[in-house]
């Protein structure tokens, strides 16, 4: 009999043996996966931070822009001319056809009001006719003249010899 309480015992032990590591296995696979769902909870914190300080450092650079475009304001609203003084911009551009020896015919067409963001424009009309390279001297004069010109389209014809040119643009305002 010693024998078959020998073997009951042994059955009991190791039974409870098995019973208890399948009892830590659980655990430790409970407990590993609470640890790898905290790691990525962890993980989506520390890039939200991250994200968070990089908008707070643009937001920082933001402003220090804003205080560098606000002291230059002046000097580019003061870089455009009024509204009232583009009445001279035909004359200027009369004078650049003369030096240049281009016959010249000038009209403006709609106007947009300036606003606290944008600047004001007109658009022109402008037709000119003599030879191409001194076209060209002409255009590179009105590019650097005091006017902010927007070049939309130009036309070229030629014919005979004579060229024609139409420009359509823009010229900017306060």
Do not use: C
């Amino acid at each position: 009999m010693q024998d078959a309480d020998f073997k009951e015992w042994l059955m009991w032990h190791a039974g409870g043996g098995a019973v208890l590591l399948i009892v830590l296995g659980v655990i430790i696979l409970w407990v590993g996966s609470d640890i790898a769902s905290r790691v990525t909870q962890i993980q989506a914190q520390r890039q939200q931070l991250e994200n968070r300080l990089a908008a707070l450092d643009s937001l920082v650079a933001l402003r220090s822009g804003e205080e560098q475009a606000a002291a230059m304001l002046p000097q580019l609203q003061a870089a455009l001319p009024s509204k009232d003084q583009l009445i001279n911009f035909s004359q200027f551009l009369q004078s650049l056809a003369a030096a240049d020896k281009l016959t010249l015919g000038f009209s403006f067409g709609a106007e947009t009001a300036s606003t606290a963001q944008m600047p004001g424009s007109a658009s022109f009309t402008a037709t000119l006719s003599g030879s191409y390279a001194n076209f060209l001297k002409f255009l590179s004069a009105a590019e650097t003249g005091p006017y902010y010109i927007d070049t939309h389209s130009i036309d070229v014809t030629s014919e005979n010899g004579k060229t024609g040119i139409i420009v359509h643009g823009s010229v900017y305002s306060q």
